[in-house]
């Protein structure tokens, strides 16, 4: 299983655009990537997935170079509704699905 | 109503207590979940199921057990509940046909043992 590595902490400000990088050395080739958002006291969100290059939906992008041993994940323009943990998960799905300690992203006004 | 329901939301216990946790779906999800969740910190998969007849160990599977009576339910089990077992309790679901499957969460059960 490809072990994730995130920062364990980022400050930002209402309105910047925020990028969190996961590392993710020994991904598999049928490995996805995958975002989720987790708010205090309740389950986790799915934001985005991707396998290779650059996803974007209406609430994030997500960025993977070409190698896939990073990937990350962009937030336009954030506000204080987007203060939470954010989690990168790889997998194929035919696994088990573990999450490392995530991301706490902190937006000031 | 949600998706995946978790019952109880909350639960106190004493230490010795067998305590089940229960989750239901209505998604149609052949793909169930156990997570664990401490505070401050991250999910950590207890157990996980396939389907019906498949049963898996998680990261942190001693002291627990789970039974999946049928594809919507799957049931989570504290035979003898200690107080470090104390934590909030996530069922997930995810469908088989898509591709690293998306996860859906419960609300939580929050379990706190005396």
């Not at chain 1, 590595?5 to 049928?30: F, K, L, R, W």
Request: glycine share 8%; proline share 4%.
């Amino acid at each position: 299983l490809a072990k994730t590595t995130q920062p364990i902490s980022m400050d930002s400000y209402e309105g910047q655009e925020v990028n969190i990088t996961c590392s993710h050395n020994n991904i598999a080739t049928n490995d996805y990537i995958t975002w989720y958002q987790q708010f205090p006291s309740q389950g986790p969100r799915f934001i985005i997935q991707g396998y290779k290059t650059k996803v974007t939906n209406e609430v994030a992008s997500l960025f993977i170079p070409a190698d896939r041993k990073s990937s990350t994940l962009s937030l336009p323009r954030v506000s204080l509704s987007d203060t939470a943990v954010y989690y990168c998960l790889v997998g194929d799905g035919n696994n088990d699905m573990r999450f490392g300690a995530g991301t706490r992203l902190t937006v000031k006004p | 109503d949600a998706d995946v329901t978790q019952t109880p939301r909350n639960r106190i216990t004493k230490t010795g207590k067998r305590i089940m946790l229960e989750c239901s779906q209505t998604k149609g999800h052949d793909r169930m979940y156990w997570y664990r969740q401490d505070p401050g910190l991250g999910l950590r998969l207890i157990y996980y199921s396939f389907d019906v007849k498949d049963i898996n160990k998680g990261e942190i599977s001693d002291g627990y057990s789970v039974s999946r009576q049928a594809q919507a339910k799957f049931s989570l089990s504290l035979e003898s509940a200690i107080p470090n077992q104390t934590a909030l309790y996530f069922c997930a679901t995810s469908d088989l046909n898509r591709d690293a499957g998306e996860l859906f969460f419960g609300e939580g059960s929050r379990l706190t043992v005396l």
